[in-house]
């Protein structure tokens, strides 16, 4: 079973970035799309941003132009830049691949002043 641990979340006021990581357990992530999603308490989990395993990015209308998604196939990570946050970003972070069902713990990320 694939085991993915994301991190990097954090309190931050609006217009500060984060970055977050997600680390995968296997290497035969790097054979697959993932993305990053995310999830307020109350509403369905939400695509934020994909990239597929050659490298290329898709992302949410909502963020696009401010979070950028990139991995490394090496190290098994995967990684997404946030910047220019907004308060409607808040939410607990995910990350998932396309070749494993598994989901991490999520890192929660606030956006506040």
């Known amino acids: 079973q694939v085991q993915l641990v994301e991190s990097g979340g954090g309190l931050v006021q609006p217009g500060e970035s984060l970055r977050l990581s997600c680390a995968a357990s296997a290497s035969i992530l790097s054979n697959y799309g993932m993305g990053w999603y995310r999830q307020v308490p109350g509403k369905q989990r939400e695509w934020v941003a994909g990239i597929s395993s050659g490298g290329n990015p898709n992302y949410a209308d909502s963020v696009k132009g401010r979070f950028t998604i990139s991995r490394d196939n090496a190290k098994n990570m995967m990684y997404l830049q946030m910047n220019s946050l907004k308060p409607e970003d808040t939410a607990v972070y995910y990350c998932?691949?396309?070749?494993?069902?598994?989901w991490g713990q999520g890192t929660q990320v606030t956006v506040s002043s």
């Open positions: 998932k691949s396309n070749g494993s069902p598994s």
